[in-house]
T-cell receptor, first 113, second 110 residues
Framework: EAQVTQNPRYLITVTGKKLTVTCSQN?????MSWYRQDPGLGLRQIYY???????DKGDVPEGYKVSRKEKRNFPLILESPSPNQTSLYFC????????????FGNGTRLTVT | AQSVTQLDSHVSVSEGTPVLLRCNYS??????LFWYVQHPNKGLQLLLK??????LVKGINGFEAEFKKSETSFHLTKPSAHMSDAAEYFC????????FGKGTTLSVSS
């Protein structure tokens, strides 16, 4: 089954403790992206990647890192999480052409205390 | 510059009545437009997309949207709402970047 898999689904952590949210897709998509969703703000792009070893900042990259060493994986890294990073995070992927829609994972709900 | 505005943050309808979710966009050239649906505790799922072919686009679950260039609109409609349509809906414009609207929550009462 074609899918984008994020792990974990839920994560509670403390300020400053490094964490990684994994994202994997099995559709051979070139484009992958991370979003955060907050009430009243919709989805905002954190980072995106057009292909292996190519990553770029989105609208809200501060406090986040990503890597794209393999085509299928695009982990999101929070080196020193802070409470304002409490949010619902989504990974998405697509073929990257103008008309190709995004396929989303089921989300990771992160709480930083 | 591109932007997308969903004109209603919340729409309530009765089961069996029509649904209208409004979306206006701004783009300096012909964009691709999408509608996504998000059910509770789920990721976003594509409903339909406009890619400069037919202006009336049919999607899944009986939804459709009409691209009106003169009005810069891409409203989502469904003739008859079902309880399972209750969800959050996002209008998305894609030009040089992907821009999400802030979402419209659709409530369906019996």
């Amino acid at each position: 089954e074609a899918q984008v898999t994020q792990n974990p689904r839920y994560l509670i952590t403390v300020t400053g403790k490094k964490l990684t949210v994994t994202c994997s897709q099995n559709m051979n998509h070139e484009y992958m992206s991370w979003y955060r969703q907050d009430p009243g703000l919709g989805l905002r792009q954190i980072y995106y990647s057009m292909n292996v070893e190519v990553t770029d900042k989105g609208d809200v990259p501060e406090g986040y890192k990503v890597s794209r060493k393999e085509k299928r994986n695009f982990p999101l890294i929070l080196e020193s999480p802070s409470p304002n990073q409490t949010s619902l995070y989504f990974c998405a992927s697509s073929f990257g052409t103008d008309n190709s829609p995004l396929h989303f994972g089921n989300g990771t709900r992160l709480t930083v205390t | 510059a591109q932007s997308v505005t969903q004109l209603d943050s919340h729409v309530s309808v009765s089961e069996g009545t029509p649904v209208l979710l409004r979306c206006n966009y701004s783009s300096s050239y012909s964009p691709s437009l999408f509608w996504y649906v998000q059910h509770p505790n789920k990721g976003l799922q594509l409903l339909l997309k406009y890619t400069s072919a037919a202006t009336l686009v049919k999607g899944i679950n009986g939804f459709e949207a009409e691209f009106k260039k003169s009005e810069t609109s891409f409203h989502l409609t469904k003739p008859s709402a079902h309880m399972s349509d209750a969800a959050e809906y996002f209008c998305v414009v894609k030009g040089t970047a992907l821009i999400f609207g802030k979402g419209t929550t659709l409530s369906v009462s019996s």
